[in-house]
């Protein structure tokens, strides 16, 4: 038996989803925007705002493709 052989078929297969959001990019910008408006010093983003995004970013997407018209090559 191989490395990549699996025979367990128990266990999903976990796939690995392409992100739209630039983790690195979005926490500089959320802790430098926190750190000229806010009193408080945050260090961490969590998790759950990269989560919160990426639904946001990806929702925007479906509705410029369905607002689309039926002609043309370009998503305007």
Avoid: W
Avoid at 6 to 25: F, G, I, S, W
Avoid at 29 to 36: D, I, K, V
Wanted: some cysteine; charged content about 30%; overall charge positive.
């Amino acid at each position: 038996m191989g490395i990549l052989e699996d025979d367990d078929d128990d266990e999903p297969v976990k796939q690995k989803t392409v992100t739209l959001v630039n983790r690195a990019a979005v926490r500089r910008y959320l802790l430098e925007h926190a750190r000229g408006t806010r009193a408080h010093k945050f260090s961490r983003v969590s998790p759950v705002v990269f989560n919160q995004l990426e639904a946001c970013v990806r929702e925007k997407c479906r509705a410029i493709v369905h607002a689309q018209p039926g002609v043309g090559m370009t998503i305007k």
